[in-house]
């Protein structure tokens, strides 16, 4: 037996070659894992797995590696050795082919019914996912080959999932079908793939982007009034069948929101129904989202004739002006970041960040848009082979071709193994050095530093080659006219020129551009910056013209530029920098939270020239040394604090321009704003403090904690954001009063100090308002003291506190104080939070609050994520009742919400419901960080300004607004389905 096992010791005899060297994050966890999956190995009859694990090879020291770098592949082996065992007879691409095989015969069973369909297919498709992965690792398969791997085993399993049901319908008597053991021919369903399941691109945990689309004339329909209704629910179960999360896993995750109106059209839809819609009502991004759409599944040749039907839509041979620009906006959702500082590496977005893969993918596309009407060469699907067309036919140059090409597969690359560690649907490079270098371990990197050079220099050849190419593009708009702002009456052309950019009133325009020409600002004084800004014009106004409220935008530019000290240094860097002015029209008009900001304060845009802004992440210890430095030359306690409001202000705004331009994501913004307040409010309480003991002097044995609740406890501020708090103090047993020169007892001295903190950080002064402070949340409410002794405060808690007030303490945190009383404070918080209680009054209570707060708090509309039946209050109070109830199975518990609902216990949710609350989440997290960030009020749907229209869409990777109207409303209604189940038990 060692005999035949130690042939393929090298990996010989299950890959056909021998393995790489693939090193493990830690060598001793390496053979641990080893060790026990060998006994595993040896308890399931597995015995040359168990004795080549055991022993000392080039391929045991392979897989060592694999399980310590991937808890995903190492559950896998754990869970069926036997997918090892069977490499011995038969290599891993036999055993590929075999599981492809298996799956397509998964239908026809005899025993066949839609539970043993979706354990067969979980079962197949997990150990072709492990193998795929295998070959991968083991440097014999390229990137290439494992998404068309991927591709082809999401195309088997769909067409088994849809055979089952066609052959499911025949038996029913509500499909005629030719040939049952044939079920496809005919059938009326139709089943395209998009995106990159279309391209056979596929990466290792996407989801599969689908449209279902019905022919009631096919010969398999009885009834052509009835065929609606049945494919909707044939739909509506293939996608269960593959997307829902049982024990044995999923198959895919399965999306069909880029079908013809998702917000008001049925799962399936009648061919007609398209076509019409397409001619009619079709977008761009929809022609470009069908340059890769495939028919995969159900009637094939019947999803080729709809697409060759449809292929005047997709490829037109002549484009108006409009259409071009349109096609032009879809490029501008990524946009080209040219000479705009270093790239972080740590939390990159793969897919959506500077230098990623949809950079890419969204310039051949729109080089597609343009030209494949008049050149079908240009219509493939496959984004490699476009790029090498598109070089071929000198679209663009063969360098950019080949350089694109190299790096869109080495990003593939990476993307796959960041999905590989965990089998997540993620995009985002890890955000600590320790996990960064598990993933460079395994794309064979020796050192985090080797594979985030070689990663950086990746972004940056894309990004290089992204900008130079739409550069070089052709002009294909007209010209802008005449601009001429001379004298005091207006030109008739010029006038024309405006109004055709896009203003509505462009006489105010001609006025307010004069007074820039006039010097009638300090900025406009010097005839150099007059100059620089004369060049600048016609730029500034084609930029604001792209938007929707043109004029308004370009007020509030003049209100800014009223503010500025000087000019000259800012219209040169905009010159120089198109991409800093497309961020400054971004923010005026998109953003009037942050162009208020930037217009009462212009010194904040002094931080966007920093060249590290966008490559340094805003954490703890950064915001911590920046306030260190810019406090150390204050003097007074009223020049601390307008310090602080000074560098709270830059530092929020800054946050939300990386926010803007994708340099964090939405989790890493809450983090910062929360820690920026934490840093900032306990200066200002350090302070305060200091400054309330000249008079009062010290309680003896005096201790502060402040306890941080809500938003700032769980670290998800928005920038929007009240901040929640209650102030705790302790003190000696026998202190009756502070020793100073006006002493005071310890309740008042404590309740003192508490309203001068709040005066310190709420009062509005020149600088503004640090943070709006709410101390509700405090024992007895606005009833109660605004300062607790700890002692008061663990007896409230522990006797007399209502749910609600327990639900709450669930995100509390201490924020700033006195190191030892934070630490009692922490202890004291988990004791309550983990006291036993009763399910049923718990949830109960939760129930009745959130009933109540619908009453008497009701959304506007679903954009209302907060308040939304099934939206942020729907998911606190499950991860809240969760906490309470110890239906938490992670240690420390997490305080932060999303992070809750993603470790909610196997007994409380399954693991399809974690996957959808989590995901909930994170989807709500970034709609409402980007809409708190650009916003002062709630957000009008009907009137979304283009702008803001791209950040969002770019942030949750959706392609029109009324998709993501239509994905918000399934979503909301899926998480209250689920808070009905898990808290009222229905």
């Not at 894992?33 to 694990?53: F, N, Q, T, W, Y």
């Not at 070689?454 to 002009?475: G, I, K, M, N, S």
Request: proline share 5%; glycine share 8%.
């Amino acid at each position: 037996m060692f005999e035949a096992t130690a042939k393929g010791e090298d990996g010989t005899r299950w890959f056909g070659g021998p393995v790489r060297a693939l090193a493990p994050l830690d060598s001793a966890h390496a053979q641990e894992e080893l060790a026990d999956l060998a006994e595993i190995a040896g308890e399931k009859k597995c015995p040359r797995l168990s004795v080549l694990l055991a022993g000392d090879s080039r391929l045991a020291a392979f897989l060592g590696a694999v399980f310590n770098l991937s808890p995903y592949l190492r559950d896998c082996a754990r869970s069926m050795p036997w997918s090892l065992e069977a490499l011995f007879d038969e290599g891993l691409r036999t055993r590929l082919e075999a599981l492809n095989a298996a799956i397509a015969a998964v239908p026809f069973a005899e025993e066949a019914s839609e539970a043993s369909v979706m354990k067969a297919l979980r079962r197949y498709k997990r150990e072709a996912h492990f193998l795929i992965a295998l070959d991968d690792l083991a440097g014999h398969a390229d990137v290439r080959t494992t998404v068309e791997r991927l591709s082809t085993l999401a195309g088997n399993c769909l067409n088994a999932a849809v055979d089952f049901l066609l052959r499911d319908a025949h038996r029913q008597g509500r499909l005629r079908l030719a040939d049952p053991a044939e079920p496809r021919p005919g059938c009326g369903w139709i089943i395209l793939a998009m995106g990159k399941l279309g391209a056979h691109e596929l990466n290792y945990s996407s989801d599969i982007d689908l449209i279902a689309l019905i022919d009631p004339e096919a010969p398999a329909i009885p009834d052509p009034m009835e065929a609606s209704e049945l494919f909707v629910r044939l739909t509506r179960r293939l996608v269960r069948i593959l997307h829902d999360r049982t024990e044995d896993g999923y198959v895919f995750r399965t999306d069909l929101r880029l079908r013809p109106d998702p917000g008001s059209t049925p799962l399936a839809i009648p061919v007609e129904a398209a076509l019409i819609y397409y001619e009619s009502r079709g977008q761009n991004w929809e022609r470009a989202a069908m340059i890769k759409a495939r028919a995969v599944a159900g009637d094939v040749k019947a999803g080729a004739a709809f697409l060759a039907e449809l292929q005047p839509y997709v490829w037109r041979k002549y484009l108006d002006f409009a259409a071009i620009a349109d096609v032009h906006s879809i490029k501008r959702q990524i946009h080209a970041h040219k000479g705009h500082g270093a790239i972080a590496v740590l939390g990159h977005n793969v897919k959506l960040g500077r230098g990623g893969i949809r950079e890419i993918e969204f310039f051949v596309q729109t080089q597609q848009l343009i030209a494949g009407g008049r050149f079908p060469e240009l219509r493939g699907r496959n984004t490699a082979e476009m790029l090498d067309m598109l070089a071929e036919r000198r679209w663009i140059t063969r360098e950019a071709g080949d350089a694109m090409i190299a790096q869109y597969w080495f990003l593939r690359r990476v993307e796959n193994a960041v999905q590989m560690v965990r089998d997540e649907q993620t995009h985002l490079l890890p955000d600590t050095d320790e996990e960064l270098r598990r993933i460079g371990l395994m794309l064979g990197y020796e050192t985090a530093e080797h594979f985030a050079a070689t990663f950086r220099r990746a972004l940056q050849t894309v990004e290089q080659h992204y900008a130079a190419l739409f550069e070089t593009a052709p002009q294909l708009t007209r010209g802008m006219g005449n601009l001429v702002f001379t004298g005091d009456v207006d030109d008739p052309d010029t006038l024309a020129t405006l109004a055709a950019l896009g203003f509505e009133r462009p006489s105010d325009i001609c006025r307010v551009i004069r007074g820039w020409h006039f010097g009638r600002y300090r900025a406009t004084r010097s005839a150099e910056a007059r100059e620089r800004l004369t060049e600048l014009t016609p730029a500034l106004l084609e930029a604001f013209g792209n938007t929707r409220r043109a004029d308004e935008a370009l007020l509030r530019f003049d209100e800014f530029l009223s503010g500025l000290p000087a000019g000259i240094q800012l219209f040169s860097l905009l010159q120089s920098q198109p991409r800093l002015l497309d961020l400054l029209v971004t923010i005026m008009g998109a953003a009037p939270r942050l162009a208020a900001i930037i217009t009462r304060r212009p010194h904040v845009f002094d931080g966007l020239l920093d060249p590290a802004l966008l490559s340094e992440p805003p954490d703890r210890a950064y915001l911590a040394e920046r306030l260190s430095i810019f406090l150390a030359g204050a003097r007074t306690f009223e020049e601390i604090l307008d310090r602080l409001r000074i560098f709270a202000s830059e530092k929020k705004f800054l946050i939300g321009i990386r926010l803007l331009t994708g340099s964090i994501d939405a989790v890493r913004a809450g983090r910062a704003f929360s820690d920026l307040a934490d840093l900032t409010i306990g200066a200002a309480f350090n302070a305060v403090l200091e400054e309330f003991a000249i008079t009062h002097g010290h309680v003896k044995g005096g201790r502060v904690a402040i306890l941080g609740m809500g938003r700032l406890g769980s670290r998800e501020l928005t920038a929007g954001s009240d901040v929640d708090l209650i102030l705790l103090y302790d003190h000696a047993p026998d202190a009756d009063e502070s020793v100073g020169a006006k002493p005071l007892a310890p309740p008042h001295y404590y309740a003192r100090l508490t309203q001068r903190l709040i005066a310190a950080v709420s009062a509005p002064t020149a600088e503004g308002v640090l943070f709006e402070l709410d101390l509700r949340l405090r024992p007895s409410g606005n009833k109660g003291p605004v300062a607790t002794h700890i002692d008061a405060f663990r007896k409230y808690q522990r006797t007399e506190a209502w749910t609600w007030e327990h639900m709450a303490l669930t995100r509390g945190r201490p924020v700033a104080g006195d190191d030892t009383l934070c630490q009692e404070v922490r202890a004291e918080v988990e004791a309550i939070v983990s006291m036993p209680r009763d399910f049923g009054k718990l949830a109960s209570d939760a129930v009745e609050m959130r009933e109540l707060l619908e009453k008497e708090k009701p959304a506007r509309s679903v954009w209302d994520l907060k308040l939304v039946s099934g939206g942020v209050i729907d998911l606190e109070f499950i991860a809240q009742v969760a906490a309470l109830s110890g239906n938490v199975s992670a240690s420390p518990r997490p305080r932060a919400t999303g992070e809750a609902l993603a470790v909610l216990s196997p007994s409380f949710a399954d693991g399809r419901t974690r996957d959808e609350l989590a995901s909930a989440y994170r989807l709500y997290m970034v709609v409402t960080q980007i809409l708190r960030l650009c916003l002062t009020g709630p957000l009008d749907p009907k009137d979304v300004p283009p702008g803001l229209a791209d950040l969002l869409l770019r942030s949750v990777d959706l392609p029109d607004i009324g998709v993501l109207e239509a994905h918000l409303r399934e979503t909301v209604k899926r998480v209250r389905e689920h808070f009905d189940r898990l808290l009222k038990g229905r």
